[in-house]
Structure formats: structure tokens, C-alpha cells
């Protein structure tokens, strides 16, 4: 009988506050939270500036919609998608059905190798058009720190993705420990076809007599 899966009790265990809080992909997630806020809230207060006698706002990076747009689209949906697995990591362990569980691994790791590969390109499409950006009245410091924070991004993400991979693994593992049959097993104690009666058996008092024996004799009179 499966006793665990995926890292935890199937019984169904405590939630702990200060163990969870101290779980590496706990601190990961909170970090790629933080950093998602950062790279999306810097664009959309600080991302968009006018010329002097312009009343139009254009993207810092290069004066490049695609660009802005891009990172707040990527930074939001991390934003949204760390909150959502903070949650199931959070009441992962009172699940007790095994298969729920590998749902939500399998939706972790995918994400999370998914996430991880849009925020190393966001890193080179923003660091990219920084390169080439020649606007006077662009915020630098604020440039700079959405770049940063998005190669910060990409190795948090990183991390969940092997985090989740390692658990996806390990809950194969212990789900394949399952029942083994012992017709089959040729290590099991117990044989796997009767070989004749148990020690000891001793036949009934009452046995048949030999064909021919045994039938009806009439009376002498």
C-alpha cells in the first residue's frame, strides 16, 4: 500500500508555517515573486518617458513597444503563477490522492522550465535594446534594474525547475514501489504452486477399501 508520494505523507500531514517557510523552494518562489514585481512594477512606472515638447510616451529600451510590453507580460504572469504555487505547495501535503499530486508536479515542472526559458530571452531582448538606447531623459538606475532583476528571474526559475523535476522523479519512485505478486516473485518466501500436503497431515481412519472390495456380499444364512 502507497504510503507516500511525491515527497510527503499520503496520509495526509500538518501544515507547518516555519518549515515551509524555510523549504529552498519556498525561499526560490518567494524570491522569483519579489523579483517579478520588480521587473514589471519598474516598467510601468519608470519604463515609459516623453522628449522634451512631446506629450507621446515611448518604451526606455530603445523606444521599443515590444520590449516594455514583453517583460510586463512575462513579470505579471510570474507574478500571478508564484502566488498560485506558493498556495499548492502550501496545501500540497493534506493531498492524499496520488495523482493530484503528479498533476501538480507536472504543471510545476513545466512551468517552470517554460518561465524559465521566457525570462532568459526577456534578459537578452531588454539588455539588448538597452545597449542601443539613446534617449536623454531615460531613468538609467531604473534600466538597469530591470535588467538585472530579469537574469535574477532566470536563475530562481531555474531553481524551480530542478526542484520540481527532483520531486516529479522522486514521487515516481515511491508510486512504482507498488504490490508484488508472489506467483511471480521468485524471492518470496511462500511457494508459488502447492508441492503436496503440509508436514505432519496423516490420512483418515476412514480409508477406501481396493476396487472390487467393497461392494455389497449377500447375508449366510
Excluded at 501544515?15 to 510601468?44: C, E
Excluded at 542601443?132 to 531615460?138: D, E, N
Aim: glycine share 8%.
Amino acid at each position: 500500500m502507497e504510503t507516500s508520494a511525491y515527497g510527503a505523507s499520503l496520509a495526509g500531514g500538518a501544515f507547518d508555517f516555519w518549515s515551509f517557510l524555510k523549504r529552498p523552494q519556498t525561499i526560490a518562489r518567494l524570491f522569483s515573486w519579489l523579483f517579478a514585481i520588480v521587473v514589471f512594477a519598474t516598467i510601468v512606472s519608470e519604463g515609459y518617458m516623453n522628449e522634451q515638447h512631446e506629450d507621446i510616451t515611448k518604451c526606455m529600451f530603445n523606444q521599443n513597444e515590444s520590449a516594455c510590453s514583453y517583460g510586463i507580460g512575462v513579470g505579471v504572469l510570474a507574478f500571478l503563477a508564484c502566488a498560485v504555487f506558493i498556495v499548492l505547495d502550501a496545501y500540497f501535503p493534506q493531498i492524499s490522492n496520488a495523482n493530484e499530486r503528479k498533476y501538480i508536479v507536472l504543471g510545476d515542472l513545466c512551468f517552470s522550465g517554460v518561465w524559465t526559458f521566457l525570462w532568459f530571452v526577456c534578459f537578452c531582448l531588454l539588455a539588448n535594446q538597452w545597449s542601443h538606447t539613446t534617449q536623454s531623459a531615460v531613468l538609467a538606475d531604473a534600466a538597469r534594474a530591470v535588467v538585472t532583476f530579469s537574469f535574477f528571474s532566470t536563475a530562481t526559475w531555474a531553481l524551480l525547475t530542478m526542484f520540481a523535476l527532483q520531486r516529479y522523479r522522486q514521487g515516481v519512485d515511491e508510486v512504482g514501489l507498488g504490490y508484488n505478486d508472489p506467483s511471480s516473485d521468485h524471492t518470496s518466501p511462500y511457494p508459488s504452486a502447492y508441492t503436496g500436503a503440509p508436514e505432519g497431515y496423516q490420512h483418515s481412519p476412514f480409508t477406501a477399501s481396493p476396487a472390487g472390495q467393497g461392494g455389497y456380499q449377500p447375508p449366510a444364512y
